[in-house]
């Protein structure tokens, strides 16, 4: 089963306007932390937001928040006031503890590809 | 502050021949990754270090070695390279705990012929 699901393989917006970018996840684990990266294509991979499991109010950041229902197990990205420079790739992941030594690891989604229209 | 930072940027090896890549952080952070993405799959782990001298697989780690000697440097070895192997790698580095953020390095791109 898929631990990251992100449904839109690609979305476009009217600049100026808000959009959701949807994430869903799986896992039994009470502790976590929510992700999303920002990939441009430059290929880097930027940081944008993060949302911790027992975090109860949403995270924000800029022009950037997360909607996060952790009965759903979701943790949407929202983009307000799009712009031409949000056009990229966009990835949920969540940092999860590896089920075999002591580390942990990000799981990512295959993305969301963004494209910004004027 | 340079952050994290990658060598080569790009890559072409022939199947069998062997090669490292280079990571080094300026962050001070004990937790070190290598992920490849491949299209259509995102990001995954190969490699994971909690701090010098300790190091543990990934999801993907068949054909790669890593070593971690100091706390800046994560180096990630192909033993004998495969066509299998071409994809684009990327080095992380964070703080050790859930909640923190991984930076990512600006990426090598691989190709196996």
């Known amino acids: 089963a898929q631990k990251i699901t992100q449904t839109q393989p690609g979305m476009f917006v009217q600049e100026k306007e808000a959009v959701t970018l949807d994430c869903t996840y799986d896992?039994?684990?009470?502790?976590?932390?929510l992700f999303w990266y920002k990939q441009p294509s430059s290929g880097e991979m930027i940081f944008l937001i993060y949302q911790g499991s027992y975090d109860e109010q949403n995270a924000t950041e800029g022009r950037y928040s997360l909607n996060f229902q952790k009965a759903r197990k979701s943790a949407n990205l929202v983009i307000s006031a799009s712009q031409l420079g949000d056009s990229a790739m966009y990835f949920c992941?969540?940092?999860?503890?590896?089920?075999?030594?002591?580390?942990?690891?990000?799981?990512f989604g295959t993305g969301t590809q963004l494209k910004v229209e004027l | 502050n340079a952050g994290v930072t990658q060598t080569p940027k790009f890559q072409v090896l022939k199947t069998g021949q062997s090669m490292t890549l280079q990571c080094a952080q300026d962050?001070?952070?004990?937790?070190m990754s290598w992920y490849r993405q491949d299209p259509g799959m995102g990001l995954r782990l190969i490699h994971y270090?909690?701090?010098?001298?300790?190091?543990d697989q990934g999801e993907v780690p068949n054909g790669y070695n890593v070593s971690r000697s100091t706390t800046e440097d994560f180096p990630l070895r192909l033993l004998s390279a495969a066509p299998s192997q071409t994809s684009v790698y990327f080095c992380?580095?964070?703080?050790?705990?859930?909640?923190?953020?991984?930076?990512f390095g600006p990426g090598t791109r691989l190709t196996v012929t």
């Open positions: 992380a580095s964070s703080e050790g705990g859930l909640y923190y953020e991984q930076y």
């Open positions: 896992t039994s684990d009470q502790s976590y932390g």
């Open positions: 992941a969540m940092r999860e503890p590896l089920l075999t030594g002591g580390g942990n690891k990000l799981t």
């Open positions: 962050m001070n952070h004990e937790y």
């Open positions: 270090s909690v701090g010098a001298g300790i190091t």
